[in-house]
């Protein structure tokens, strides 16, 4: 849709487009926020979530394309703290997920290079999956670079244990996702 969208437009062109694009659906997300705050939905993860989770869901995939497309071609990606600090915080608990169906929880610290709060923790209470940003220095089980660990969590790149140089329980199971987007 989007290729026959921008037919015949120069990349210059479809960039400008797409900046408008993006501006819209920031003002249109928040118009959400105010109008119906609570409304569920159809989830790509198998569960009605909230729309604002949902939305998480849609900013996350967009963003791993981008990578797919930028570090193809050579292009070194920086991103505003909030972009990277929601693109972290959503892959490592769309990560946890596919373990939270079989009841295999993943309980870890990870201290993530590069990301804008460094410290994250992953747990879980009852069924729902949690992942909180905690101090770095409070003895992360896993260590890596954020852009690297995102990528190879999703299925790209190297296995997660290669870049977090470990096999563990929290690892394998936080590798699941490869199999489920693979």
Not at 70 to 91: F, Q, V
Not at 129 to 136: F, G, I, L
Not at 147 to 161: H, K, M, T, V, Y
Request: charged share 25%; aromatic share 6%.
């Amino acid at each position: 849709m989007w290729l026959a969208a921008s037919a015949g437009q120069s990349p210059e062109e479809t960039l400008r487009e797409l900046v408008v694009l993006s501006e819209e659906e920031d003002r249109l997300l928040e118009r959400k926020a105010e109008l119906n705050p609570s409304e569920a939905r159809p989830g790509p993860l198998r569960r009605t979530l909230h729309w604002s989770v949902a939305s998480a869901h849609f900013f996350w995939d967009a963003w791993l394309h981008e990578r797919d497309i930028a570090l193809c071609i050579g292009l070194k990606m920086s991103y505003p703290a909030a972009e990277l600090r929601l693109a972290t915080m959503y892959g490592l608990l769309v990560a946890a997920t596919p373990a939270d169906w079989s009841g295999e929880y993943v309980q870890t610290k990870a201290s993530l290079g590069g990301s804008p709060d460094h410290g994250y923790e992953i747990t879980h209470a009852d069924d729902t999956v949690m992942v909180a940003t905690v101090s770095p220095e409070l003895s992360a089980e896993l260590t890596g670079e954020t852009g690297e660990i995102l990528d190879s969590l999703a299925g790209r790149g190297p296995e997660p244990s290669e870049l977090f140089g470990m096999s563990s329980t929290a690892v394998s199971r936080l590798t699941l996702l490869r199999q489920v987007a693979t």
